[in-house]
């Protein structure tokens, strides 16, 4: 499909032809295994599918001699030293990060066409050299390159290697500027070491919005110094009646550090109008009887609501979100609007007019669920869509009209792309309210024409949602997570031409060794053919 095999001279076709016969062993006798191990990795082996790929060419092998190249500039610098940190430990080679030399890996930024996230690696016996217009493009192209690697350079010892990549080129931008993965750390509480975790195995897919659901019901999760009691009380507990916790201001910024060095985007979420027990339960005043009901640590949905017509309603959001806003250096803020059955539409309708110009206010775009586009979106908001295939007709042709009027769209349909469904009847976490999702279900769908009478202009970006109701610890959101993780970043990043299952899941089936040597807990669906482990 996107291999161009006319490229290659013939010669180094018949010579890589030779050496791949001599790696596998037919033209050598002993040591069989480890020779076999020696073919290198195709260049189209890699989730998400690049954008174009030229396998040819020898493959260049990392040694002890290797180093990493960087210009002058400290985020080049930043990212080689991250590489560097993968590779050392399992390879054993020291991997210097030096300015000056020939060959070995070389990361290199220069204005050119290649968008403000894509790159371009090249391989060749003398060397890799990875290029991009910016940090980011540089990161992502880091990514592959780890995956051209064989799955055991993600080990934290030495492994045997041989550490070859193949030969060729890769160029490569995401068909998608959003593609985003949500974290609920209202129902379950996660910690920054947590979130850090899931932050790094994001960023092996290119995913580069984390978005955070940091209040709900059972939880409100983030210090606001206005409002003390809200983390202090509200964040007291969670599902399940568990100790809960909130993030200091401190922990957040660690978690905006984190994800920015992993070029991700916090996109933080206080879920409003309804969701928002846990705040109510914290200060009577916000509740329309003035009285506070008791902390929540069920799993119901759509049985509170801030107050509308009043006015310390307005007093609290403009504090949350000025406090929130000040924290944040990305450019969105979610709303939630989600669910709000305890709210009247007349009072959501006047709660959303309200409230998303003080978003605008405190410098931040709009982000809203889509029953956000049953009000009256702002100009520039975006909604994100979480209905089902056969969600009605007129909620679609509600959502598309808010699209054709300006308002994007963030796609994150229920029954494909929710991370917190079960994959079958018999998945022992996860809920099922949208029905089963297994691996092909969650891949096999086109962003591009799911809704009809949607511009094309108007899809911003995919975002897979991980609902944390019955989710306690990383490995729980692991197994949820993978393998579907990897198909929701390819919807949002490669081509449509290169959207195939079956193509799709033998790449897929290629990540299970890489996802057990980082010790990521997975679901081994039988619909993919995983290798032996
Ligand atoms: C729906 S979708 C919700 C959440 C639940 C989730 C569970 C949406 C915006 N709201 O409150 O946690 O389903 O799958």
């Known amino acids: 499909m996107r291999r161009n095999r006319g490229t290659t001279p013939r010669t180094t076709r018949i010579l890589g032809s030779l050496l791949l016969l001599a790696a596998v062993g037919v033209f050598t006798s002993g040591a069989a295994p480890a020779a076999r191990a020696a073919a290198p990795i195709p260049p189209d082996r890699v989730v998400p599918a690049p954008a174009s790929v030229k396998p040819g060419g020898t493959p260049y092998r990392i040694t002890r001699a290797t180093s990493v190249r960087v210009d002058g500039s400290a985020a080049v610098r930043r990212i080689g030293a991250y590489l560097a940190g993968i590779l050392r430990p399992s390879t054993g080679y020291p991997l210097p990060l030096t300015d000056h030399g020939t060959g070995g890996i070389r990361l290199h930024l220069e204005q050119g066409d290649f968008g403000a996230e894509g790159y371009r690696l090249h391989s060749s016996a003398g060397g890799v050299t990875l290029t991009a217009a910016t940090p980011a493009g540089l990161f992502h192209g880091v990514q592959t390159l780890r995956?051209?690697?064989?799955?055991?350079?993600?080990?934290?010892?030495?492994?045997?290697?041989?550490?070859?990549?193949?030969?060729?080129?890769?160029?490569?931008?995401?068909?998608?500027?959003?593609?985003?993965?949500?974290?609920?750390?209202?129902?379950?509480?996660?910690?920054?070491?947590?979130?850090?975790?899931?932050?790094?195995?994001?960023?092996?897919?290119?995913?580069?919005?984390?978005?955070?659901?940091?209040?709900?019901?059972?939880?409100?999760?983030?210090?606001?110094?206005?409002?003390?009691?809200?983390?202090?009380?509200?964040?007291?507990?969670?599902?399940?009646?568990?100790?809960?916790?909130?993030?200091?201001?401190?922990?957040?910024?660690?978690i905006v550090r984190y994800a920015a060095s992993r070029y991700l985007e916090v996109v933080p979420e206080i879920d409003m109008p309804g969701h928002t027990n846990a705040a109510l339960a914290s200060y009577a005043e916000l509740n329309?009887?003035?009285?506070?009901?008791?902390?929540?640590?069920?799993?119901?949905?759509?049985?509170?609501?801030?107050?509308?017509?009043?006015?310390?309603?307005?007093?609290?959001?403009d504090d949350v979100i000025r406090e929130?806003?000040?924290?944040?250096?990305?450019?969105?803020?979610?709303?939630?609007?989600?669910?709000?059955?305890?709210?009247?539409?007349?009072?959501?309708?006047?709660?959303?007019?309200?409230?998303?110009?003080?978003?605008?206010?405190?410098?931040?775009t709009v982000i809203?669920?889509?029953?956000?586009?049953?009000?009256?979106?702002?100009?520039?908001?975006?909604?994100?869509?979480?209905?089902?295939?056969?969600?009605?007709?007129?909620?679609?042709?509600?959502?598309?009209?808010?699209?054709?009027?300006?308002?994007?769209?963030?796609l994150s349909p229920a029954d494909r792309i929710y991370l917190d469904m079960k994959y079958t009847e018999d998945t022992e976490l996860g809920l099922d309210w949208a029905g089963v999702v297994e691996v092909k279900r969650a891949y096999d769908w086109d962003p591009g024409a799911y809704l009809a009478?949607?511009?094309?202009?108007?899809?911003?970006?995919?975002?897979?949602?991980?609902?944390?109701?019955?989710?306690?610890?990383?490995?729980?959101?692991?197994?949820?997570?993978?393998?579907?993780?990897?198909?929701?970043?390819?919807?949002?990043?490669?081509?449509?031409?290169?959207?195939?299952?079956?193509?799709?899941?033998?790449?897929l089936a290629a990540q299970g060794p890489r996802w057990d040597a980082l010790g990521i807990r997975y679901y081994r669906s039988p619909q993919v053919s995983w290798p032996k482990s």
């Open 288 to 317: 329309c009887d003035g009285v506070a009901p008791p902390l929540y640590t069920g799993t119901k949905v759509g049985f509170s609501s801030l107050c509308v017509p009043k006015q310390v309603t307005y007093d609290f959001v």
């Open 368 to 410: 809203g669920w889509h029953q956000l586009t049953g009000a009256h979106p702002v100009e520039g908001a975006l909604a994100q869509y979480w209905g089902l295939d056969d969600t009605s007709a007129a909620e679609k042709a509600k959502v598309a009209e808010a699209a054709r009027h300006g308002t994007g769209l963030i």
């Open 147 to 254: 995956q051209l690697l064989p799955a055991a350079v993600e080990n934290k010892t030495v492994q045997p290697g041989p550490w070859q990549i193949a030969g060729g080129t890769v160029e490569d931008r995401p068909r998608y500027a959003y593609r985003g993965a949500m974290l609920d750390v209202s129902r379950h509480f996660f910690t920054v070491a947590e979130v850090k975790r899931y932050i790094d195995q994001l960023a092996l897919y290119k995913i580069n919005e984390l978005h955070l659901h940091l209040s709900d019901d059972q939880g409100w999760r983030i210090a606001i110094d206005s409002w003390p009691r809200l983390a202090a009380y509200g964040g007291s507990t969670q599902v399940g009646g568990g100790a809960g916790g909130s993030y200091s201001k401190a922990d957040y910024r660690e």
């Open 324 to 364: 929130l806003a000040a924290l944040t250096p990305g450019r969105y803020l979610h709303i939630g609007g989600d669910e709000a059955h305890s709210t009247s539409h007349a009072d959501y309708v006047a709660f959303m007019d309200r409230v998303q110009p003080v978003v605008a206010r405190y410098g931040k």
């Open 453 to 507: 009478g949607v511009p094309a202009s108007a899809i911003r970006g995919v975002e897979a949602p991980m609902w944390s109701e019955t989710l306690k610890t990383p490995a729980d959101i692991e197994y949820m997570a993978f393998p579907r993780l990897a198909g929701a970043a390819e919807l949002g990043w490669s081509p449509a031409a290169a959207h195939d299952w079956n193509t799709y899941k033998v790449r």
